[in-house]
């Protein structure tokens, strides 16, 4: 089982930007699917982007494309979160998240880390 740590997360004004960091430990980093996802005060976890093992290939909720940017450094076992032009609608507790290439549903998740985003 892989763990992950989020970090990152804090206070910003809408408008500006934030870069949250996942670093992995405990198996292969680049055997993984990394995900980021998020869950705002009363509402259910969503999807937010994902990336696959090489990072050819992205994916993004449509409340976030062309905003947020997925990127990981398997040589520092890390997965990232660009955001920029963030938005209040944005403030949620962000959960990275990993799963083999081969499995359908993420299976191993971080602590979150807050975001918060004022207006």
């Known amino acids: 089982q892989v763990q992950l740590v989020e970090s990152g997360g804090g206070l910003v004004q809408a408008g500006n930007s934030l870069r949250l960091s996942c670093a992995a430990s405990g198996r292969t980093f680049t055997n993984y699917v990394m995900g980021w996802f998020r869950q705002a005060p009363g509402k259910e976890r969503e999807f937010v982007a994902s990336?696959?093992?090489?990072?050819?290939?992205?994916y993004y909720a449509d409340s976030v494309k062309g905003r947020f940017t997925i990127s990981r450094d398997n040589a520092k076992n890390t997965v990232y979160l660009q955001m920029n032009s963030l938005k209040p609608e944005d403030t949620a507790v962000y959960y990275c998240?990993?799963?083999?290439?081969?499995?359908?549903?993420?299976?191993?998740w971080g602590q979150g880390t807050q975001v918060t985003v004022s207006s």
């Open positions: 990336i696959n093992w090489s990072g050819s290939n992205k």
């Open positions: 998240a990993a799963r083999i290439t081969t499995v359908p549903d993420f299976h191993s």
